[in-house]
């Protein structure tokens, strides 16, 4: 009898437990189901879809060549596996956990109406089974990850299963092309096509190419001139590889690779967040946040286009808010940056923030995304301060970002030396680059005053 192998965010074949689990049960069905309702106004954004396309895409061909295919059907999940388990006769379904509060919803539902069998293997240990000695879960990263730490190594990964046995007969099944993920008029995903090649493939390239440069992380991760960071983070997301196998490879390589492994781990600390916090996406932490006096109205809103247009007058927010446009992606130390610039400078709700990066990244997460949001503006269940304001125009210099903001903002290519990080200053900005939104002083003072009342 065959089973149903459902999948979400973790469209690989190798060291995926439900793949083998199904493998091992009987012929499998395996099946995506594009779920814009079960999500709510979570529902993917428009970079996410285009790297699903891809993703599906190349499951599909690698699922063929184990002799087997993917069934794409589309509506509420929960709805949707039932009907296709009456019309074949199914009635066991495998799957992964997944922790966003929708999929843990539709897993509830869906267990009523068949046999569920959940595996874990998207993270390093199963989220919410690393608990306080108070058996709370950890609130703040570094005690979650030293408490993690001594789990370490994750178990070794697991191969593909050499054949996936076909049903005899196939349900129906949707195209990619009905879905209509890719963007037409206008194109504007056009440099993610250079940029990306998502699924199992792209991800082993990936992999070989960070591999070489990691013993350098450390100190390259935080340079965004540099391509210094391993660019995992949309294949991670899509679960396209296991974070045990980058794990295992990367600690193999020559070097010390602490500082990238406890990267990983923040991935994990961000579900276990969402995990005890289902509604971190939109309630604030710290409950004193909800009086925070957040601007509105037209000079807020003029404010909001330009940071999303990259035409905030500060060269290190506009680079990073362009190279986000651009290829779905920004580089960390920027989206520090240009989050708190968003929340500090412009006294804009991080909420406004976190949904242009949830509609514009590839890797857009619902743990990643809101707790590193969160992180920024202080508004979070962990430690950080609000009062620490990033000073963007003096991170620029810190961190060399002199020639990402050239390729990233063309009307300051030709600017030479330390003049390009605040061309203003140095009374050299050209008419096409826009003034600064506001002086870096007056944003303090203001963002300040506001955070007084907050404490009131
Ligand atoms: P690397 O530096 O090579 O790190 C390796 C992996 O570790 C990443 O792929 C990612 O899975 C994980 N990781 C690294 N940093 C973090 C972090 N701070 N929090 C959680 N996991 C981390 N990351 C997302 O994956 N999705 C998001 O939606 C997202 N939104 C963010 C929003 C803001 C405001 C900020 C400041 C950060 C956000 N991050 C998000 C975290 C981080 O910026 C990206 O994971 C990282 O830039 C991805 O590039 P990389 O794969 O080259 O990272």
Not at 132 to 140: I, M, W
Not at 190 to 214: C, I, M
Not at 256 to 270: G, I, N, P, Q, S
Not at 301 to 311: F, H, M, P, V
Request: aromatic share 10%.
């Amino acid at each position: 009898k065959p089973v149903i192998l459902w999948l979400r965010r973790d469209l690989r074949l190798a060291d995926q437990a439900a793949v083998l689990a199904a493998a091992e049960a009987g012929p499998v069905i395996p099946v995506y189901v594009l779920d814009d309702e079960t999500p709510r106004h979570r529902r993917m954004g428009g970079a996410s879809r285009w790297w699903l396309h891809h993703s599906l895409a190349s499951l599909d061909t690698a699922l063929r060549a184990k002799g087997s295919r993917l069934i794409l059907r589309q509506g509420v999940c929960a709805d949707v596996l039932t009907d296709i388990a009456r019309e074949t006769g199914v009635t066991q379904v495998h799957a992964l956990h997944h922790y966003e509060p929708w999929w843990r919803n539709a897993e509830k539902s869906l267990a009523k109406a068949l046999d569920l069998h959940l595996h874990h293997g998207n993270y390093l240990v199963p989220p919410g089974s690393i608990r306080s000695g108070s058996d709370q879960p950890y609130k703040v990263y570094t005690p979650f990850m030293k408490a993690l730490w001594p789990h370490m190594p994750p178990p070794k990964p697991l191969p593909a299963p050499d054949a996936i046995a076909a049903p005899d007969a196939w349900p129906q099944s949707d195209t990619l092309a009905d879905w209509k993920l890719l963007p037409t008029k206008p194109d504007w995903a056009k440099a993610f096509v250079e940029e990306w090649t998502p699924g199992e493939d792209g991800v082993a390239e990936r992999v070989a190419a960070f591999l070489p440069r990691a013993k350098g992380y450390a100190e390259a991760r935080n340079l965004p001139s540099e391509e210094g960071s391993s660019r995992l983070s949309a294949h991670l997301h899509f679960g396209e590889i296991s974070v045990a196998t980058v794990w295992h490879a990367v600690s193999a390589a020559p070097g010390d690779h602490a500082v990238f492994l406890k990267e990983l781990v923040w991935r994990d600390y961000a579900q276990n967040i969402i995990l005890a916090f289902p509604d971190y996406g939109k309630s604030n932490g710290k409950a004193q946040f909800d009086a925070m006096p957040w601007r509105s109205g037209k000079a807020a809103e003029r404010d909001i286009a330009a940071w999303k247009q990259g035409r905030t007058g500060y060269p290190i927010v506009d680079a990073g808010m362009r190279q986000l446009w651009a290829t779905g992606w920004m580089h960390n130390r920027v989206r520090m940056i240009a989050a708190s610039f968003l929340v500090k400078h412009l006294l804009i709700d991080w909420r406004v923030g976190e949904q242009w990066f949830w509609d514009t990244l590839v890797d857009a997460d619902y743990g990643n995304n809101p707790v590193n949001w969160q992180w920024v503006m202080g508004s979070g269940v962990d430690a950080n301060m609000f009062v620490r304001i990033m000073a963007p125009l003096s991170q620029s210099p810190k961190f060399d970002a002199g020639d990402y903001i050239r390729q990233w903002v063309p009307e300051l290519a030709h600017i030479r030396g330390e003049a390009v990080h605040d061309p203003d200053d140095y009374g050299c900005r050209p008419d096409a680059y826009p003034a600064k939104i506001i002086g870096h002083r007056d944003a303090r003072e203001r963002a300040l005053a506001a955070f007084a009342q907050v404490k009131a």
